[in-house]
């Protein structure tokens, strides 16, 4: 009994660390790692691990953190084959707690909302505190509208399509056993996926937090699976799942959490290579509405970041390039980033203020048009 | 626990069971065999994430193998239903036995019990893992089911939870024991954690260099253990150039077959260059493959291994 009583211990120590390192654990994950304990009766670490491994975590993200937790349980990984040896019980410290700084603080003193025409205009990079805490809520309230592609799911429908048997045949049970040809099926159709990808470089800083507000705003209306986001700093963090929680002020601090590289120095054709080559590819971006938010400062080779725009635009439906700086007096695209990924961008657009995003949440809603000397070469003027 | 069942086979250990994939053909590392053996035990169902081609769907089919259960597929893709997946009625025979049974003089009230009758029922996959059966049970395969929709991963949950099917017109269609469930995802999206959490997770990684190796001399014919180094190494260095669809093990595989084909032994610049088509399906990664110097990447491959 005793060596039971230790293993349950170590059983709840090792989720107590996950839980505290950010992985969500629930019961019943902890309950098959306790009976995949006794189903293998592991005599060495290494056993213990992949048990936990297969129990605890059902996300790939999550395996480094497991790692983690792991070696400071146990001290080291991977685990070697080693012999029975019993496992070193550690005492975990509930991390966590305590650490939000005023994390509702400010959403409980705004009441009402200013809708001044000066707010809405105004570029965020001239925002104070007191501008954000009304405008994020504002910005909480914009909704991506959907777009609809066909889909092989069938639905029902009364004009001619395929013969719909399995009504036909009840039809005919009904009507005694005459089958009328009336019932149809239709090809459906299902919303396009959403996907943000986000520059989270410094020259981007004042407008990143309303555009990943934005990106909030969209996951919680749509579901995660329905949107998309993802950040690129000196490498691309994917944000849709700390993005997915209903709380903004729970999501913000979830994002808080994944640590990606606020405001350093970026490449976006990397970044983007990354994206592509990995969720790109496997399908996040295939067939979607990419919204890509940067000012077009490329840092690295701006031939590459041309080349993977290709690359993107072969793989999304449509191409949608929000720029901040667009709107200021006089601005061209002379960025050698921007200038090299223009082509293959379907629509350029401002995103310096509120006003702004709410024209990009209007344009989503509309067919795809093409930029002057962009895909397709029409002659639409940027606007 | 299946260790009581007769009719199954068990595993006294993981590394039985490894020895067990390994003679049916599949060469697992200690986190899949672990996962996969848990999951014998536990019953529970196997989740397995990772890049096409490293061998998610073989490890169901060696599974099948091993424990002697009938192998019973189910490729996902958008769309799909219960229709598809469970079980679906067979309307044009319905219609021809409703026509029959009224030329005979018979009423449509009376055809009415025999239309909906396990005579008409068209089984598929997920009903058949979930039939009575003697011997081991079925080993089923529930591949890429990232491509199938929300609605189908609610129903596949269900399913995986009851293990029951209900068709109204029969009633419900229950495992006294339930089969083995392998359910792969490439990961084109999140699948959603309800389902994942009803099974084990594994994501299988690229092979190490020395399992890629053996991996190579056992699935490709007449591959030498000069050539399967050499390929594997090359393949391994070919996933490090960051490419648009890194190689996976069933286009290594490819690879070193395509070579044998040519009759050559060894994987030199010039083979690697005629048969680069094998083990790199995008024009940009051969490009980029080209422009990184594809006869010094092969050559220290060669030279150096993994």
Redesign the interface.
Known sequence: MEAEAELERLVVALATALRAAGV?V?V??VI?FA??IG??APTEP??LY??G???L????ED?EAYDAVFAGLFGSLPPPRLPAARPRLVTVAAAGEGAVPGADAAGARLGAYSHSERLWQEDFARYGEREWDEAKLLIDRLRAPLQLRS????KRARRPGRVD??R??RQ??A???E?LLSSYLVG?E?PRRLVFLLDISGSMKPYARAFLRLAHAATAARG??QVETFVLGTRLTRL??PLSERDPDEAFEAIGRTAPDWYGGTRLGDGL??F??GFG????A?GAIVVFVSDGWERGDPALLG?EMA?LARLAHRVVWVNPHQASPGYEPLAAGMAAALPHVDDFVAGHSLGSLEELIELLGQPARVVAGGRGGSRVAIR | ?AASDPQERAFAG?EELEAALDAAGYLAD??LA??V??AL??R?PL?L?GEAGVGKTEVAKALSTVTGGELLRLQC???I?LAQAAYE?D??R??LH??A??ATGG??RQ??DE?YSERFLVRRPLLLALEERSGPVPVLLVDEV?RA???FEAFLLEILSEWAVSIPELGTIRAARPPVVVLTS?????VH?AL??R?????VDHPAFEREVEILRRRAPGVGEALARQVAAAAGRLRRL?????PGVAEAIDWAGAVVALGRSELDPKTATVTLGAVLKYQ?DQERARAAGLETLIDAAVEGGG
């Open positions: 969500v629930p019943g994950a098959a009976r995949a189903a293998l290494a056993g992949w048990a491994r297969a129990t975590i059902c996300h790939r395996l889909s092989r799911r069938l048997l399995a036909t045949v005919a049970l009507h005694d056993g089958a459906g299902r995660p699976r849709t799942r290579a990354a592509n080559s590819a496997r399908g996040v295939r080349s690359r | 626990m993981v200690e986190g672990t996962a053996f848990l035990e536990l529970r989740f994430e893709y958008e769309g239903g009625w309307y044009a319905q219609l409703l026509r049974t009224e009423s449509a055809a009415e239309l990232d929709d929300d609605e490439n990961r084109t999206r999140d954690d994942k959490r099974c084990l997770y594994h994501w960051g490419l648009y669809k890194p940009e």
